[in-house]
């Protein structure tokens, strides 16, 4: 079985930033943003099921879903969180599962914002954790998103926090310094991270 490298980190941190640079040095990426895009596609059955739940108002007029429609509807009230995260996680589950287990290279790097909250750590060789301070965390999550501050703190909190997610970590990259500074410093992490797997893995494999 392929080495497992779970990559984690709150909304905005730089997970798809730092999953780029692996990708670079030709490391196979499962990802689970990916994944939950896949599963609720045009006609898929779970479409269905949460346009039935949450109305017509979150399918758009090509017959996909309305993201914003629903990021707004679910993160303003828990137990409607609760509704989609139970009705698709099990699904996005199951097909990040398959696809790990597809795998031929060394390692993988599995991409889950909620690898700890959904309790996935169990299935990882290692957990990589990209930290970033709240405040830029959430600056960067309002821009990238053209979001409101509220609801980004919404959705930062249905997720673990930062010490939860660090307490988790094996290995953490910090993304707080602007890319126009630390790209060169990211690359060289992400490199002897690379290499430091590599290495891990192959003995692993050894076995
Ligand atoms: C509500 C949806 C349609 C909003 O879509 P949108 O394109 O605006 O956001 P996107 O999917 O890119 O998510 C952005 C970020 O929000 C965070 N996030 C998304 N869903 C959740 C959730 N259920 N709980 C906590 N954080 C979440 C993640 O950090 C994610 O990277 C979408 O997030 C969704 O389908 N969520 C449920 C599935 C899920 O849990 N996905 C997360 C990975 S398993
Ligand atoms: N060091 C940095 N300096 C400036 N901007 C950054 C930096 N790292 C990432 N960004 C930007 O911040 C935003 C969030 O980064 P990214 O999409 O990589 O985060 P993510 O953890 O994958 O987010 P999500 O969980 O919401 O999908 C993006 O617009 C990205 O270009």
Redesign the pocket.
């Given at each position: 079985m392929t080495y497992i490298i779970g990559l984690t980190g709150?909304?905005?941190s730089g997970?798809s930033t730092i999953a780029d640079l692996f990708a670079e040095l030709g490391v196979p990426i499962v990802d689970?943003?990916v994944?939950?895009?896949e599963v609720?596609a045009p006609g898929s059955p779970l479409l269905a099921q949460i346009a039935e739940h949450f109305g017509q108002q979150v399918i758009t007029a090509e017959g996909g879903?309305d993201?914003?429609a629903?990021?707004q509807i679910?993160?303003a009230d828990k137990d409607k969180?609760e509704w989609?995260?139970q009705l698709?996680?099990p699904v996005?589950r199951q097909r990040m599962l398959r696809q790990l287990q597809q795998q031929t290279a060394l390692y993988v790097l599995w991409v889950?914002?909620?690898l700890i909250?959904?309790k996935l750590t169990e299935y990882c060789d290692r957990v990589l954790v990209v930290d970033v301070s709240e405040a830029i965390q959430l600056q960067r999550?309002v821009r990238r998103?053209n979001?409101n501050i509220q609801q980004i703190k919404k959705?930062m909190q249905?997720?673990v926090s930062r010490q939860q997610r660090l307490a988790k970590a094996d290995d953490v990259i910090n993304n707080d310094r602007p890319l126009s500074e630390s790209e060169k410093d990211l690359r060289a992490q992400v490199l002897q991270l690379h290499q430091y797997y590599l290495a891990l893995a192959g003995k692993k494999h050894e076995k």
């Amino acid at each position: 079985m392929t080495y497992i490298i779970g990559l984690t980190g709150g909304i905005g941190s730089g997970k798809s930033t730092i999953a780029d640079l692996f990708a670079e040095l030709g490391v196979p990426i499962v990802d689970a943003d990916v994944v939950a895009r896949e599963v609720v596609a045009p006609g898929s059955p779970l479409l269905a099921q949460i346009a039935e739940h949450f109305g017509q108002q979150v399918i758009t007029a090509e017959g996909g879903l309305d993201r914003a429609a629903l990021r707004q509807i679910v993160f303003a009230d828990k137990d409607k969180t609760e509704w989609l995260n139970q009705l698709l996680h099990p699904v996005i589950r199951q097909r990040m599962l398959r696809q790990l287990q597809q795998q031929t290279a060394l390692y993988v790097l599995w991409v889950v914002p909620l690898l700890i909250e959904n309790k996935l750590t169990e299935y990882c060789d290692r957990v990589l954790v990209v930290d970033v301070s709240e405040a830029i965390q959430l600056q960067r999550a309002v821009r990238r998103d053209n979001s409101n501050i509220q609801q980004i703190k919404k959705i930062m909190q249905a997720q673990v926090s930062r010490q939860q997610r660090l307490a988790k970590a094996d290995d953490v990259i910090n993304n707080d310094r602007p890319l126009s500074e630390s790209e060169k410093d990211l690359r060289a992490q992400v490199l002897q991270l690379h290499q430091y797997y590599l290495a891990l893995a192959g003995k692993k494999h050894e076995k």
